[in-house]
């Protein structure tokens, strides 16, 4: 298997779609944010000290969805035609999950990684005045769908 973002130089490059089809492309992609049942109960509640952690977390994954290309070097700019963030609070974490959705030449894997990235990211800013060790964890690609390699599952 041959990295794809390299040129016969050795060098990085952006692959060139120009000729891919355009299908219809999926990803979905989660994490956690491990905290305290203390800190998971303001989260609940909506007592956090900067206000409503999961709604502002919502909008800053949708929006590092939609900005995905300005952070990773090698990225395409894609028209995104659908982000949904989703959350669960569990005992001892606030899960995490972005499906991501396009019609395009590339797939939405690093949009939805990038998603839940951010909204993780926003639950720790949100919550570190009350606690400064929670750990962010288990990102990772679950499904994707649409271009030539079809249909990905990770299996657990």
Not at 50 to 64: R, T
Not at 78 to 104: M, N, S, Y
């Amino acid at each position: 298997m041959e990295l794809t973002h390299i040129n016969e130089q050795g060098r990085a490059r952006m692959v060139d779609v120009t000729e891919k089809a355009v299908t219809y492309r999926t990803a979905l992609a989660e994490g956690r944010v491990r905290m305290s049942p203390e800190t998971l109960e303001l989260v609940r509640t909506g007592g956090a000290p900067k206000g409503d952690v999961l709604a502002v977390a919502q909008v800053a994954g949708i929006m590092a969805a939609k900005r995905t290309h300005e952070l990773i070097p090698m990225c395409h700019s894609l028209r995104l035609t659908g982000v949904d963030i989703r959350f669960a609070l569990e005992p001892d974490a606030v899960h995490i999950q972005a499906e991501v959705k396009c019609r395009g030449e590339t797939g939405v894997e690093m949009e939805a990684l990038t998603a839940v990235s951010a909204a993780a990211l926003t639950v720790y800013d949100m919550c570190k005045a009350v606690q400064r060790d929670m750990e962010i964890l288990d990102l990772r690609l679950c499904r994707k769908t649409g271009g030539r390699s079809g249909e990905y599952i990770k299996e657990w």
